[in-house]
């Protein structure tokens, strides 16, 4: 990312530069938080589905 002045130096280690980098890399943690929280949430509800469907044999385990 480049931003538009005449003094390289600027473009490349000014405030401006950092502050725009900083606002990206926010935004991609941001997004993979997100990504991650959807991916527990999956997981989260397969583990629910999985504890029902083992439900009745531990039912009939308990009785044996």
């Known amino acids: 990312m480049r931003l538009a002045t005449l003094h390289l130096e600027t473009a490349k280690y000014g ?3 950092r502050a725009a980098t900083l606002a990206l890399l926010r935004q991609q943690i ?3 938080i997100k990504r991650t929280d959807a ?7 397969a583990l629910a589905r999985l504890a029902e469907a083992n ?10």
């Open 55 to 64: 439900a009745p044999i531990d039912r009939l385990a308990r009785h044996q």
């Open 39 to 45: 991916s527990a949430q999956k997981v989260e509800q």
């Open 15 to 17: 405030d401006v530069y």
């Open 30 to 32: 941001i997004r993979h």
